[in-house]
């Protein structure tokens, strides 16, 4: 059903673009663009190594100059060799005035920085998603904290000028929010505890859809400052009830950093979250289960100190996640832009987890947006 629906999505745009003429003084009504990566990857907890591709690509509509209408699939393979289909996002922003936009429909939810603005492969400087959040079209020993998010709601920006070069950024959002995972549907999110002696997190389900198991929405929100071109600090919060009885409920609260320096970059994350549930199965007093974990990356592009160097950058990244699954991983990398738009990574990762199986990975990676 989900391959019907976005081939439909897919087919009616092309329709759209095809029937929509336009002269020469009008400004295109249609844009097709995207990403994509080959991967080579080994890892030592599976004794595996392994290929894998994907496609991905982002179709925008300017309906007229109040509304644009921008949409993102991607086109991998399981694990079996079948073909998947992912609607990533499908919205329409609504330019209400020069600095308010109204969006509305499924986005990437605005909270912190990697999630809405640097998780393409072609901008991302390593071959992995970070550890705190999970495993966005890559593998991931560490248990993370959050997904890249993307929900169906409406959301509103608001841009504030303080001079030429700073500006208040203000996004607040409105979306179904999470619902109770698999492993918990049955106990309404009551969990055993585990032979380490603590109970262990309950288990949400963040996937997007078009319904929800309760009447509550998660509401939340980002604030960003940012002086350009070179500094932007955020925070962010989410917040909502997963349960069907809207009993239990999770809040998610982030800072974020990026700088772009003349040599480099240097981009981090840190988040804490709270998931009440019970400590077991037959228990009434309600219990918040608390943790947190960071990220932080920097870039060296050495392309740019040493011409013999040119097109090479080094990247060195750290993530930990804290309390209850804690884990912490380095990772080091090279890579290499063939050019402005695509560039062939080589990372080394390891991964030391607490209370499981660590891990060492090395990954190859072509990336190349259009």
């Known amino acids: ?156 920006q608001q841009i504030f000028l303080l001079g030429k070069h700073q500006k208040i950024f203000i996004d607040l959002y409105s979306t179904n929010g999470p619902g109770i995972g698999k492993d918990d549907h049955e106990s309404e999110a009551a969990a055993e505890v585990s032979e380490e002696a603590h109970a262990e997190i309950p288990e949400l389900a963040f996937e ?54 003349s040599h480099y970059l240097l981009r981090g994350e840190l988040i804490q979250t709270e998931t009440e549930g019970l400590e077991s199965e037959g228990e009434e007093d309600i219990h918040t289960f608390k943790r947190d974990g960071w990220y932080l990356q920097s870039t060296l592009q050495t392309g740019n100190i040493w011409s013999s160097l040119a097109g090479t950058e080094l990247v060195f990244e750290y993530a930990e996640t804290n309390q209850l699954s804690e884990a912490s991983r380095w990772l080091v990398g090279l890579n290499y832009w063939l050019d402005a738009r695509s560039v062939i990574k080589v990372a080394y990762d390891d991964t030391d987890i607490e209370e499981g199986e660590d891990d060492k990975r090395l990954a190859v990676q072509l990336s190349y947006g259009f």
């Not at 492969?121 to 890559?138: A, D, E, L």
């Open 208 to 261: 997007a859809g078009n319904s929800d198991n309760n009447k509550n929405k998660a509401i939340g929100g980002r604030i960003a400052y940012a002086m350009l071109p070179g500094i932007e600090i955020g925070s962010s919060i989410y917040s909502a009830s997963y349960d069907d009885d809207e009993r239990f409920n999770f809040i998610a609260k982030g800072l974020d950093i990026n700088i772009i320096g």
């Open 1 to 156: 059903m989900r391959y019907n629906k976005t081939r439909i999505l897919i087919i009616t745009m092309l329709v759209f673009y095809s029937s929509a003429g336009f002269s020469n003084n009008e400004q295109p009504r249609f844009v097709l663009a995207g990403y994509g990566d080959v991967k080579y990857e080994s890892t030592d907890a599976k004794n595996t190594s392994a290929y894998s591709a994907r496609f991905v690509p982002i179709f925008l509509f300017n309906l007229s100059e109040k509304i644009h209408v921008e949409a993102e699939t991607e086109f991998g393979l399981n694990d079996v060799g079948e073909t998947e289909i992912e609607l990533e996002y499908a919205d329409l922003h609504y330019f209400l005035t020069d600095s308010t936009t109204i969006t509305a429909g499924k986005f990437l939810v605005p909270f912190g920085q990697f999630g809405p603005n640097i998780h393409p492969s072609w901008i991302n400087r390593s071959p992995w998603t970070p550890g705190i959040y999970g495993s966005h079209g890559s593998s991931q020993p560490m248990e993370a904290l959050l997904p890249v998010l993307s929900d169906v709601g409406v959301g509103v």
